[in-house]
């Protein structure tokens, strides 16, 4: 058996210096590849950061659609004309964009006519419609049980329009524009129930600068009156005429794109170029103005009486 010749040192020295650059080049490739995987990862991080920020800035920037202040049916004026408790005149509804038709008292069946602006919110409303509260010092019978029964025994037509100014007064619940809401979809869905809901939410109006009520407590006070119809829950729910209720304001408080500012109110002698609060009560023309006491204020219904006969000249129960 013969030995195999060994290397000489010159060979093992060059085998090793082989050895030595074959491990520096695995070394040096496996380096470049992860700087290769490092900066790729970085680019790919900077690609999909710099995509959100476009995403987020075109969200941001992206124009908001106008609101659609298409109105309810049966206020086609901004308002509901009604001839009793249960019956009113029937329109057709505010296209998305248009403006109302101002009603033509000419062809109602009424001697009397009258027009009520009101915020759902405002206590003084309350005081008008219902004799208000303790806190306001209006303590009296208010009108809602007289407009009532001269409605019913056909003296009387009552156009109705709720608005909405009061927002602020329930600490960011708008209470105001929902209130006025509700009233739009009572009015496109049962608008026969449309007084006594209008009654209801005045009886269990929230306190001004309160939280306002919930959408759900809303509709259990429409649900309360017999306006049940599932379709009137979803579109207080749904907000559907939120839109219109800020164009209706807007109509009457102040010039905006659907408003001609030099426009008076409709039917008001001498013209009234538009209402600075709640409520604004016209009869006939004339726009009521009680004087601010206890005795003969906003609650007071005698007093409204009085100002409705020599008003229209006539006699009512």
């Not at 003084?124 to 219902?130: A, G, L, R």
């Not at 306001?136 to 156009?159: C, F, H, K, P, R």
Request: net charge neutral; with cysteine; aromatic share 6%.
């Amino acid at each position: 058996m013969s030995n195999a010749a060994r290397p000489s040192k010159a060979d093992r020295q060059s085998a090793a210096r082989e050895k030595a650059r074959i491990m520096r080049e695995v070394e040096q490739k496996k380096r470049r590849r992860n700087r290769f995987i490092v900066q790729g990862s970085v680019g790919l991080a900077i690609l999909i950061v710099a995509a959100i920020v476009v995403v987020i800035v075109v969200q941001v920037t992206k124009p908001v659609p106008p609101a659609n202040t298409a109105g309810p049916a049966n206020m086609i004026s901004d308002g509901i004309v009604l001839t009793g408790t249960t019956k009113n005149v029937t329109t057709g509804a505010i296209a998305n964009g248009g403006v109302d038709t101002p009603t033509d008292q000419a062809t109602l069946k009424a001697k009397v006519h009258i027009t009520i602006y009101e915020d759902l919110q405002c206590p003084i409303c309350n005081d008008f419609e219902s004799g208000g509260d303790p806190a306001s010092g209006q303590i009296d019978t208010g009108n809602d049980t007289q407009l009532a029964a001269w409605l019913d025994a056909g003296l009387v037509d009552v156009e109705i329009h709720p608005i909405s100014f009061l927002d602020s007064s329930s600490n960011g619940n708008k209470y105001s524009t929902r209130a006025a809401n509700a009233m739009a979809c009572v009015a496109n869905y049962a608008p026969a129930d449309f007084f006594a809901v209008n009654k209801a939410l005045y009886q269990n109006q929230p306190a001004e600068n309160g939280s306002g009520k919930t959408d759900d407590q809303i509709i259990s006070v429409v649900q309360g009156v017999g306006a049940t119809d599932t379709t009137i829950a979803d579109c207080i729910r749904n907000q559907t005429y939120v839109g219109w209720v800020s164009a209706a304001t807007a109509r009457v408080m102040g010039p905006d794109a659907n408003t001609n500012p030099a426009s008076p109110l409709p039917n008001t002698t001498p013209s009234i170029a538009k209402i600075t609060g709640t409520p604004t009560v016209i009869v006939n023309g004339k726009q009521y103005a009680p004087a601010s006491s206890v005795t003969t204020g906003w609650a007071n219904a005698a007093a409204f009486k009085s100002f409705v006969e020599s008003t229209a000249g006539v006699t009512l129960p």
